[in-house]
C-alpha cells in the first residue's frame, strides 16, 4: 500500500476543489461553534441541552472535515510517508463518526417520539432548549449542590434509554475505528494483511451504516409527520414542513454519499493513487461525497434549530423546572420555536413540540 512519499501534489482540478470544501466546512464549523457560545449564554442553568449537543457535534464535525481537507493537500504535496500509516484513516474517519452520531441521536429522539402514548392536548414550544438531562423530584431539591458539578454536568444515569444506546453505539464504533488503524498500520510490514482492503471493509460498513440510518429515518420521519397532523398545534404546518424537509434532505445526502463511498476511492484519499484521482469525475464525486453528504445535512440541522432560548430571568427565587427527556415532572415550556427535538411528553399538563 503506496503512501505519499514520492511527494506528487493532486492534479489541478482537485487542488482547486479542496480549498473551497475546506472553507465550506470551516463556515460550519464557526457557525455551530458561535451558535452555541450563544445558546450556552442564554440558557447556562439548563446544563447540557439537546440544541447544545447538537451543535456541538456538528460543530466538531465539520471542524474535523477541514483538518482532514487540509491536511491531506500537505500530506500530498510535502510527501508526509507517515501519513498513510494511520494517520489519514482516523483523520478520515473520525469527522464522519461524529456527524454519524449527531444524526443518530436525532433518530432517537423521533422514535421515543413516535412511540409515546397519543396526547390530544395542544402540542406548542420547543425542545432544543430542554436539558438533554432529566431532574427527579427528589434531584431538583439538590441543585445547589449540582451548580458545584459543572466540570462534569452530565449524569448518565439520568439519560434516555435510547440515548444510552446511541452513546454505546458511538463507543463501539470509536473502537473499530482504532482496531482498523491498528490492522492498517501492522498490514504496511512484511505480513498476509492488506492494508487498503482493511481500509475498503471499513468504508463499506461505514456506507451501509449512513445508507441504514437514512432509511431509519426516512421511516420515523414519515411516521412524525402522520403523528403530527392529529395533534392540534400552533403551526402544524410548518412544523410538518421541518421534519419532512430533514427527512428527505437526510435521506438524498445519505444515499449520494454512501454510494460514492461503495463505489469509488474518493473517501480513500488519505492513501492517494494517483491514476485514480486525476480524471475528470473526481472533483465532481468530492463534491458530491464532502459538500452534498456533510456540509448540506449540517446546515439543515443548524437551520431548523437556529431559534434562541428564552433568556433567563435572574430575578426569579425559584428554578424552573423543564419537561426532560426520561423526567415524568414537567410544567409549561414558554416561547413556543420550533419541531427541532424530540421528546416524550408524559401527561397531559406538558406541553411541547416534538423534534
Avoid at 42 to 56: M, P, Y
Avoid at 147 to 173: A, D, E, T, W, Y
Avoid at 241 to 263: H, I, N, P, Q
Amino acid at each position: 500500500m503506496a503512501g505519499f512519499g514520492g511527494g506528487h501534489c493532486f492534479p489541478y482540478p482537485l487542488n482547486a476543489v479542496i480549498p473551497v470544501l475546506a472553507f465550506v466546512h470551516v463556515i460550519l464549523a464557526f457557525i455551530a461553534t458561535l451558535q452555541l457560545l450563544r445558546i450556552h449564554l442564554r440558557s447556562s442553568e439548563h446544563g447540557w441541552t439537546r440544541q447544545k449537543v447538537f451543535h456541538l457535534l456538528i460543530g466538531s464535525s465539520n471542524s474535523g472535515y477541514f483538518i482532514y481537507l487540509a491536511l491531506i493537500l500537505l500530506a500530498s504535496c510535502k510527501g508526509w510517508t507517515y501519513w498513510s500509516h494511520s494517520f489519514g484513516f482516523i483523520f478520515m474517519a473520525l469527522p464522519k463518526v461524529l456527524f454519524f452520531a449527531a444524526f443518530l441521536l436525532l433518530l432517537s429522539f423521533w422514535v421515543d417520539l413516535c412511540h409515546q402514548p397519543n396526547d390530544d392536548d395542544d402540542y406548542e414550544g420547543s425542545f432544543s432548549e430542554e436539558p438533554l438531562l432529566g431532574k427527579s423530584p427528589y434531584e431538583a431539591n439538590l441543585t445547589n449542590r449540582d451548580r458545584h458539578r459543572k466540570c462534569f454536568p452530565i449524569r448518565f444515569s439520568r439519560l434516555g434509554h435510547r440515548q444510552k444506546i446511541v452513546i454505546l453505539v458511538m463507543l463501539l464504533v470509536l473502537i473499530t475505528i482504532m482496531a482498523f488503524a491498528v490492522i492498517i498500520w501492522i498490514g504496511l510490514g512484511k505480513n498476509p494483511i492488506d492494508s487498503e482492503v482493511a481500509a475498503r471493509v471499513y468504508l463499506d460498513v461505514s456506507a451501509i451504516g449512513m445508507l441504514l440510518l437514512g432509511a431509519a429515518l426516512a421511516c420515523y420521519g414519515i411516521l412524525l409527520c402522520l403523528k403530527m397532523r392529529k395533534v392540534r398545534a400552533e403551526k402544524p404546518s410548518s412544523e410538518m414542513g421541518k421534519v419532512a424537509g430533514l427527512t428527505m434532505v437526510s435521506v438524498l445526502c445519505f444515499t449520494s454519499s454512501s454510494c460514492v463511498e461503495l463505489f469509488t476511492d474518493i473517501p480513500m484519499m488519505f492513501h492517494w493513487h494517483q491514476q485514480r484521482m486525476d480524471d475528470v469525475y473526481s472533483p465532481l464525486l468530492l463534491i458530491l461525497y464532502f459538500f452534498v453528504g456533510s456540509s448540506i445535512p449540517s446546515a439543515v440541522v443548524m437551520w431548523v434549530m437556529r431559534e434562541l432560548p428564552p433568556a433567563e430571568d435572574t430575578g426569579s427565587l425559584e428554578e424552573s423546572s423543564i419537561i426532560a427527556f426520561v423526567a415524568n415532572s414537567s410544567v409549561d415550556v414558554h416561547h413556543p420555536q420550533s419541531w427541532t427535538t424530540a421528546t416524550s411528553t408524559q401527561n397531559q399538563t406538558s406541553r411541547a413540540s416534538p423534534i
